[in-house]
């Protein structure tokens, strides 16, 4: 090997080990984080509006009971519903999940944590995360925050309804998802946007 081809051998070696190191912490730029945010907030609220439509019908219909029938038979098959409707992949998560098929993964806990240290230093939960999670895939975090209704089924012991208890217990004994108070910060919706969605920038 030339000298010259040497040295671009080892600035490449030094390109790849650099890329690899920064992983997920890569820095996305400006356009990029704008357009995931666009993707995200639309999928999002997609999301939460058809959840909280059904669940409100839910607990109008059959009281905090019937709705807990609601959230832990149809909350994941509407999830599959409206991830199929807006055509990117989304999930519930949290630090403190309740069913364990919500768990977060590594990146995610990461974007929780961030979520929750930023709050405890400031008092006021962040704006929306983006990360890069691979390399084809942008992911979009958008903190939840629990309403006083949501305390008949997360809040603590004595807003929870006995018969909600019961049913929680029995379904989830793992349960981690109850002790919250109203403005809590109780976990995250997930996005994901291929980077082909973004187009070039
Ligand atoms: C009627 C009871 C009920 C109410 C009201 C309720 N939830 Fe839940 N929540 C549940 C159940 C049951 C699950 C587990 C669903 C499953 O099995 O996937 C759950 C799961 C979640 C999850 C997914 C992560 C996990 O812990 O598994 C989030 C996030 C969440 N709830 C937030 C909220 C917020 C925010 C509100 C208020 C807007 C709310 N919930 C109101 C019963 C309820």
Redesign the pocket.
């Known amino acids: 090997m030339d000298r010259l081809a040497r040295t671009t051998f080892m600035l490449l070696l030094a390109g790849i080990v650099a890329s690899c190191g920064a992983g997920e912490e890569e820095e996305v730029p400006a356009e990029v984080q704008e357009a995931v945010i666009a993707i995200g907030s639309s999928a999002s609220d997609a999301l939460l509006h058809t959840l909280?439509a059904n669940?409100t019908a839910?607990?109008q219909e059959n009281g905090?009971a019937g709705?807990?029938e609601?959230?832990?038979t149809s909350?994941?098959g509407l999830t599959a519903e409206v991830v199929r409707e807006v055509g990117v992949d989304m999930k519930?998560?949290?630090l403190?999940?309740?069913?364990p098929?919500?768990a977060p993964d590594e990146q995610e806990i990461k974007a929780l944590r961030h979520f929750q240290s930023v709050l405890s230093e400031t008092g006021q939960l962040p704006g929306p995360l983006v990360l890069k999670a691979g390399r084809d895939e942008y992911r979009f975090y958008r903190p939840?925050?629990?309403?006083p209704?949501?305390l008949?089924?997360?809040g603590s012991a004595g807003e929870v309804d006995p018969t909600?208890q019961a049913i929680?217990d029995e379904?989830?004994p793992d349960d981690?998802?109850t002790g919250y108070s109203a403005g809590d910060f109780?976990?995250v919706i997930r996005v994901s946007v291929p980077a082909d969605r973004i187009g070039p920038t």
Request: hydrophobic residues 45%; charged residues 15%.
């Open positions: 909280m669940l839910a607990m905090a709705a807990i609601f959230c832990s909350a994941s519930r998560t949290s403190r999940y309740r069913n098929a919500n939840l925050t629990l309403a209704p949501c008949r089924c997360h909600v929680l379904r989830y981690m998802a109780r976990g």
